[in-house]
């Protein structure tokens, strides 16, 4: 029980109905015990020539009854049902948000996502198999037996023993539906999983011809999915086979000693009909008991996977409702104090004692070999991941004693792959500073050289980007992803790579537009392209996870082997006239 146990405050709210449905479940169960009674009465009266007109008025209305009552407690079922799963989706997409990033390092997206769409989904049968079923099921068939036995103890036993046989079969097939359903989830997380790598590097997958591979990859998963829901399909199916042929065993076992009841005289006719018709309802809530058991077994498997989800490290609730308020933010110091990092207990070591200081104001930039660390100090300053040990602050104050919302308020950061958002022009740039006007849109525009192309564009702003931004190019993607963090008007601009898509032309411009900045922010700048370096205020070189040097571009071409042969090897994207050592 404790996969669902941990799902009892998605229930707690809605009690009331669930309640609700019980009671009127077990009306609508007492009027059906009642028909039988009546029928006998009915059978009775006719043999006996004595009036049986409220015996029938009874019937219709108990049938009737019974009809209304199941049909408004099937609503409010679902209803409450719906409520609960509503809840817990709630709960998970708002963890979701709040996710870790080191998490995804570890867990597929796609599979994630089932967590979401289909793990919550078999949570309705907590509602309408476990709880409802179950309960209105347990007590209709105690009194099922009750009145059985009022009726004819002799042919209670009869009754009870077929049945019981079959009860063990039932018991056996509930626990291998228990096994097949936790594993057709954990398929349906594997096809997700395997959906969101192909359509996340489609043209790749296109470039090099692997459509095949992939086609064979997801065949064989949702095959895995298709035998694990067969499997779980044919177990219940079962379970429901076996309470329907213990019945009609029952039903003929009864028959046969009923009839030779009546031939002796022990019991009347009526008696009799009374009790095969009690046969007859035993089936309900038999069924219902065990699809309470197969409802709770399947519940139980997504709700394992939900409580997984759940248990994932996630950041804290904001303090404020949204993104930061409109208004220019004081340009912030940054400080690494003997900082330590890597991505794993496993994994190498980026950062072994990193330490520098930036004042506000101007334009730095990070220059090392490749995986020096250089984009692991952006997400150091994002909280993306946190030190091992040492310090990073942020005007000051250490990162982890920011809040968070108000430390990435202050910041904005153009990753190196800065994907579209699917949406509208204006839905993306606004995405980090929802209350920019339209001077401020078209201002921005214009700083990163966009407002051409939105001018030729026929729905101008309102136009689709597409997905992961592909109906723009790749400089255009880059331009919007710069145009939507200088809408925050940050303290702290973080651009990594920034440039290496955009031509000379727009390259120079943002120059420009970058060293405007720096008058009244702190601009960071991760680049290879040594025409972007040779612009910055300081150069930071990044070696063996430590500081090797700071200084401006001369000097380091003077004073640093490592730079000049950078400078002369890997920053090759020199413009016009710029020395490479």
Same mark, same amino acid.
């Given at each position: 029980?404790?996969?669902?146990?941990?799902?009892?405050?998605?229930?707690?709210?809605?009690?009331?109905?669930?309640?609700?449905?019980?009671?009127?479940?077990?009306?609508?169960?007492?009027?059906?015990?009642?028909?039988? %009674?009546?029928?006998?009465?009915?059978?009775?009266?006719?043999?006996?020539?004595?009036?049986?007109?409220?015996?029938?008025?009874?019937?219709?209305?108990?049938?009737?009854?019974?009809?209304?009552?199941?049909?408004?407690?099937?609503?409010?079922?679902?209803?409450?049902?719906?409520?609960?799963?509503?809840?817990?989706?709630?709960?998970?997409?708002?963890?979701?948000?709040?996710?870790?990033?080191?998490?995804?390092?570890?867990?597929?997206?796609?599979?994630?996502?089932?967590?979401?769409?289909?793990?919550?989904?078999?949570?309705?049968?907590?509602v309408t198999e476990t709880l409802v079923g179950g309960i209105t099921g347990t007590f209709m068939l105690a009194g099922v037996l009750v009145?059985?036995?009022?009726?004819?103890? /002799?042919?209670?036993?009869?009754?009870?023993?077929?049945?019981?046989?079959?009860?063990?079969?039932?018991?056996?097939?509930?626990?291998?539906?228990?096994?097949?359903?936790?594993?057709?989830?954990?398929?349906? #997380?594997?096809?997700?999983?395997?959906?969101?790598?192909?359509?996340?590097?489609?043209?790749?997958?296109?470039?090099?011809g692997a459509e095949q591979r992939e086609e064979a990859d997801l065949l064989r998963a949702v095959t895995r999915l298709r035998d694990a829901g067969v499997r779980a399909g044919a177990w219940s199916a079962g379970a429901t086979s076996t309470v329907e042929i213990?019945?009609?065993?029952?039903?003929?076992?009864?028959?046969?000693?009923? #009839?030779?009841?009546?031939?002796?005289?022990?019991?009347?006719? #009526?008696?009799?009909?009374?009790?095969? %018709?009690?046969?007859?309802?035993?089936?309900?809530? /038999?069924?219902?008991?065990?699809?309470?058991?197969?409802?709770?077994?399947?519940?139980?498997?997504?709700?394992?996977?939900?409580?997984?989800?759940?248990?994932?490290?996630?950041?804290?609730?904001?303090?404020?409702? #949204?993104?930061?308020?409109?208004?220019? /933010?004081?340009?912030?110091?940054?400080?690494?104090?003997?900082?330590?990092?890597?991505?794993?207990?496993?994994?190498?070591?980026?950062?072994?004692?990193?330490?520098?200081?930036? @004042?506000?104001?101007?334009?730095?930039?990070?220059?090392?070999?490749?995986?020096?660390?250089?984009?692991?100090?952006?997400?150091?300053?994002?909280?993306?991941?946190?030190?091992?040990?040492?310090?990073?602050?942020?005007?000051?104050?250490?990162?982890?004693?920011?809040?968070?919302?108000?430390?990435?308020?202050?910041?904005?950061?153009?990753?190196?792959?800065?994907?579209?958002?699917?949406?509208?022009?204006?839905?993306?740039?606004?995405?980090?500073? @929802?209350?920019?006007?339209?001077?401020?849109?078209?201002?921005?525009?214009?700083?990163?050289?966009?407002?051409?192309?939105?001018?030729? %564009?026929?729905?101008? %702003?309102?136009?689709?980007?597409?997905?992961?931004?592909?109906?723009?190019?790749?400089?255009?993607?880059?331009?919007?992803?710069?145009?939507?963090?200088?809408?925050?008007?940050?303290?702290?601009?973080?651009?990594?790579?920034?440039?290496?898509?955009?031509?000379?032309?727009?390259?120079?411009?943002?120059?420009?537009?970058?060293? &405007?900045?720096? &008058?009244?922010?702190?601009?960071?700048?991760?680049?290879?392209?040594?025409?972007?370096?040779?612009?910055?205020?300081?150069?930071? /070189?990044?070696?063996?996870?430590?500081?090797?040097?700071?200084?401006?571009?001369?000097?380091?071409?003077?004073?640093?082997?490592?730079?000049?042969?950078?400078?002369?090897?890997?920053?090759?994207?020199?413009?016009?006239?710029?020395?490479?050592?």
């Open positions: 029980m404790t996969p669902l146990r941990s799902l009892l405050p998605y229930l707690r709210p809605h009690r009331a109905a669930i309640a609700g449905v019980i009671v009127i479940g077990l009306c609508a169960a007492a009027a059906g015990l009642a028909l039988p %009674l009546v029928a006998r009465q009915l059978v009775d009266g006719l043999s006996e020539r004595r009036p049986v007109l409220t015996a029938v008025v009874l019937l219709v209305a108990l049938t009737l009854t019974t009809a209304v009552l199941n049909g408004v407690g099937a609503y409010l079922q679902t209803r409450a049902a719906e409520g609960v799963v509503l809840r817990v989706r709630q709960a998970l997409v708002a963890h979701l948000t709040r996710l870790r990033v080191t998490v995804l390092d570890h867990d597929e997206p796609g599979d994630l996502t089932a967590r979401v769409t289909s793990d919550s989904t078999l949570l309705r049968s907590v009145l059985m036995g009022a009726v004819d103890p /002799v042919l209670l036993a009869v009754c009870a023993a077929t049945m019981g046989v079959a009860g063990l079969f039932i018991g056996a097939m509930t626990r291998q539906v228990n096994r097949s359903s936790a594993q057709a989830q954990e398929a349906i #997380g594997a096809v997700g999983a395997r959906l969101e790598r192909m359509f996340g590097g489609f043209r790749t997958v296109k470039a090099c213990g019945a009609q065993t029952a039903f003929l076992v009864v028959l046969a000693v009923g #009839g030779a009841r009546v031939a002796s005289g022990d019991v009347g006719i #009526g008696t009799l009909v009374a009790f095969l %018709l009690y046969v007859f309802m035993l089936v309900p809530p /038999v069924s219902q008991v065990v699809q309470a058991l197969v409802g709770y077994q399947t519940a139980a498997a997504g709700a394992a996977r939900i409580t997984r989800l759940l248990a994932l490290p996630a950041e804290p609730l904001p303090r404020t409702a #949204g993104p930061a308020a409109t208004g220019r /933010v004081p340009a912030a110091a940054v400080g690494f104090d003997d900082v330590h990092f890597r991505y794993g207990p496993q994994a190498r070591v980026v950062h072994r004692g990193l330490s520098f200081d930036i @004042p506000p104001l101007g334009v730095t930039a990070f220059v090392g070999a490749s995986g020096e660390g250089k984009t692991t100090v952006f997400s150091l300053l994002e909280r993306f991941h946190d030190v091992e040990s040492g310090r990073v602050t942020v005007a000051g104050r250490d990162v982890r004693d920011w809040p968070l919302d108000r430390l990435r308020a202050i910041i904005g950061y153009v990753e190196q792959d800065a994907p579209g958002l699917s949406g509208t022009l204006r839905s993306n740039l606004l995405y980090g500073a @929802p209350h920019a006007g339209e001077a401020e849109l078209r201002s921005v525009l214009r700083l990163v050289r966009l407002d051409a192309t939105v001018d030729r %564009l026929p729905l101008g %702003l309102d136009s689709p980007v597409g997905h992961r931004g592909a109906r723009f190019s790749g400089g255009e993607r880059q331009r919007l992803a710069i145009a939507r963090a200088l809408l925050r008007r940050p303290g702290l601009l973080l651009l990594d790579e920034a440039t290496s898509q955009l031509d000379a032309v727009n390259e120079a411009a943002l120059r420009d537009t970058v060293a &405007e900045i720096a &008058e009244h922010s702190t601009v960071l700048v991760v680049a290879h392209r040594l025409s972007t370096v040779t612009a910055a205020d300081r150069i930071v /070189v990044l070696d063996g996870g430590r500081v090797r040097a700071v200084g401006t571009h001369a000097d380091l071409l003077r004073e640093d082997a490592l730079y000049a042969d950078l400078a002369a090897t890997q920053l090759l994207h020199a413009g016009p006239g710029a020395r490479t050592g």
